[in-house]
């Protein structure tokens, strides 16, 4: 048997011209549409898809840092001299000797404060039994 040379022809198939595509792409990079037309609306589309579900899927890190205020009751209130003072409630402190009563309200108002602050002074607040009930320390901010 002989081969033969059989030729099929395909019927013209409508094509897309490539040009246009690359157009519309390019118009999307640059954002060249005008608003109200078709292209700008799928691009804010698009945009808003993105800003919407990419935070389920995509994990930015961008949680606030977490905080833990003393558990301790303190209030804040400002003084004549341009300081702050803070009334720290007696239990939060449980040490004796002046230096280590100083770290302790030291480790309460450094938080609050939110930046280096020195203690000018302080002193103990008493009920008619003698208990120590609160702390009032008078702290300006160090610069």
């Known amino acids: 048997m002989k081969p033969t040379n059989i030729t099929r022809t395909i019927p013209d198939a409508p094509t897309v011209p ?12 640059l954002w060249s549409y005008e608003r ?12 808003l898809l993105f ?13 606030p840092i977490e905080r833990n205020p003393h558990p ?6 400002p003084d004549a001299q341009g300081g702050f003072l803070y009334q720290i409630e007696g239990r939060a402190v449980t040490a004796k000797e002046d230096d280590e009563i ?7 108002i450094e938080p609050i404060a939110g930046g280096a602050v020195t203690i ?24």
Not at 51 to 63: A, E, G, Q, S
Not at 72 to 77: A, E, F, T
């Open 72 to 77: 301790i009751g303190v209030s804040v209130l």
């Open 18 to 29: 490539m040009n246009a595509v690359w157009r519309t792409i390019r118009g999307y990079v």
């Open 120 to 143: 000018t002074k302080y002193e103990t607040v008493r009920d008619h039994t003698g208990r120590i009930l609160a702390y009032k320390v008078w702290v300006q901010r160090s610069m």
């Open 102 to 108: 100083r770290e302790q309200l030291m480790g309460v």
């Open 36 to 47: 109200g037309t078709i292209h700008y609306d799928i691009m804010v589309t698009l945009i």
């Open 51 to 63: 800003v919407f579900l990419t935070p389920y899927r995509i994990n930015y890190k961008d949680k």
